[in-house]
């Protein structure tokens, strides 16, 4: 089955760190860029960064610069997500997928979405 699977959600204080995973299962995911999603409960999903296939280029969005960054670890057929100084308003389901960016910037996601992982920013 091709897809990509999520890990590493959880329950942390605000100010803490969590690192997610992205694992390629059916395909090689060198090929492709891949980017990091988030949904909270009542809100459309919003993306949160894109990681270019070989140029390298990370792309995030306003609200998390400087406290996410993505990586990939192609060996491993795996992208990461570390997230530092969460905020209560990071709670979300991530989901990671094949990305892309518009010219406008805006990143937009394509296809392998999987099922998602929880992260909840709470005291």
């Known amino acids: 089955q091709v897809q990509l699977v999520e890990s590493g959600g959880g329950l942390v204080l605000p100010g803490g760190s969590l690192r997610l995973s992205c694992l390629a299962h059916g395909f090689l995911l060198d090929r492709y860029a891949i980017g990091w999603f988030r949904q909270a409960p009542g809100k459309e999903r919003e993306a949160v960064s894109c990681?270019?296939?070989?140029?390298?280029?990370?792309f995030y969005a306003d609200s998390v610069k400087g406290r996410f960054t993505i990586s990939r670890a192609n060996v491993r057929n795996t992208v990461y997500l570390q997230m530092n100084a969460l905020k209560s308003e990071d709670t979300a389901v991530y989901y990671c997928?094949?990305?892309?960016?518009?010219?406008?910037?805006?990143?937009?996601?394509?296809?392998?979405w999987g099922p998602g992982t929880q992260v909840t920013v709470s005291s």
């Open positions: 990681h270019g296939a070989r140029d390298g280029a990370t």
């Open positions: 997928a094949s990305c892309g960016v518009a010219s406008t910037g805006r990143i937009e996601g394509y296809e392998f």
